[in-house]
C-alpha cells in the first residue's frame, strides 16, 4: 500500500512561485508512474504534470507548460512540482497521484489511470 503526503502549498502573488512535495510510503515507490492534478472550486479535477518511474520522460498539460516542472527524487520517495510565473487560475487544491502500472504518454492525464491518491495541498494565487 502507497500512501501520499503533499505539502507546500500555501498563499502566494501573482508572478510568484511555489514548490509542491508529495512524500510516499513504501519500497515500491521507485517502480510506481507519478503525477499532479488540480481541482478548482466547481470544476472537475484537472491533470496538471506527469513523470515516469525513472524521471526519464515528463508530461505537461499546456496551461502550465513552461511554468510548471514536474521531478521526482527515488532515493527520498518524493515527487516535485515547481511553479514558477504563477496565475490566480492556478488557484486550486493540488493533489498528488500514484499508480504502479506502465503508462502510454496519453495515459497520464487520465484520472482512472491511478491508484493512490493523496489528501491534497491547497495552491491560493492573489491577483
Known amino acids: 500500500q502507497v500512501q501520499l503526503v503533499e505539502s507546500g502549498g500555501g498563499l502566494v502573488q501573482a508572478e510568484g512561485s511555489l514548490r509542491l512535495s508529495c512524500a510516499a510510503s513504501?519500497?515500491?515507490?521507485?517502480?510506481?508512474?507519478m503525477a499532479w492534478f488540480r481541482q478548482a472550486p466547481g470544476k472537475e479535477r484537472e491533470f496538471v504534470a506527469g513523470?515516469?518511474?525513472?524521471?526519464?520522460?515528463?508530461y505537461y498539460a499546456d496551461s502550465v507548460k513552461g511554468r510548471f516542472t514536474i521531478s521526482r527524487d527515488n532515493a527520498k520517495n518524493t515527487v516535485y512540482l515547481q511553479m514558477i510565473s504563477l496565475k490566480p487560475e492556478d488557484t486550486a487544491v493540488y493533489y498528488c497521484?500514484?499508480?504502479?502500472?506502465?503508462?502510454?504518454?496519453?495515459?497520464?492525464?487520465?484520472?482512472?489511470?491511478?491508484?493512490?491518491w493523496g489528501q491534497g495541498t491547497q495552491v491560493t494565487v492573489s491577483s
Open positions: 497521484a500514484a499508480d504502479p502500472r506502465s503508462k502510454y504518454y496519453s495515459d497520464y492525464e487520465r484520472r482512472d489511470e491511478y491508484e493512490h
Open positions: 513504501g519500497r515500491t515507490f521507485s517502480s510506481y508512474a
Open positions: 513523470i515516469n518511474w525513472s524521471g526519464a520522460h515528463t
